[in-house]
């Protein structure tokens, strides 16, 4: 399994970013799939989560301004993120959850300026 995320960067508060995550590895199309973040000294929380049905799950504090999406043809899943505050300044985690166990990509750093 690999998930390769990318997209993070530095904005203005109010700015957007996109973030994407390649998946490869498993198949893809039957799997849950999200998006974590993790802000320093603090515990990785879900930020959004998209099904095999496209249904989707998102934290309270992202609602109405972050989008989960999923390409699966491509084997991708995407973050829109929008009206982005301070506080979404974290590291962001593509997450293929498994019975067993948690999959994780390498983390994409998003900043945003004040």
């Known amino acids: 399994v690999q998930l390769q995320a990318s997209g993070g960067g530095l904005v203005q508060a109010g700015g957007s970013l996109r973030l994407s995550c390649a998946a490869s590895g498993f198949t893809f199309r039957i799997n849950t799939m999200g998006w974590y973040r993790q802000a320093p000294g603090k515990q990785r929380e879900l930020v959004a989560r998209?099904?095999?049905?496209?249904?989707?799950d998102y934290a309270d504090s992202v609602k109405g301004r972050f989008t989960i999406s999923r390409d699966n043809v491509k084997s991708m899943v995407y973050l829109q993120m929008n009206s982005l505050r301070p506080h979404d300044t974290a590291v962001y985690y593509c997450?293929?959850?498994?019975?067993?166990?948690?999959?994780w990509g390498q983390g994409t750093q998003v900043t945003v300026s004040s």
């Open positions: 997450n293929l959850p498994w019975p067993t166990r948690d999959y």
């Open positions: 998209i099904t095999t049905g496209h249904m989707t």
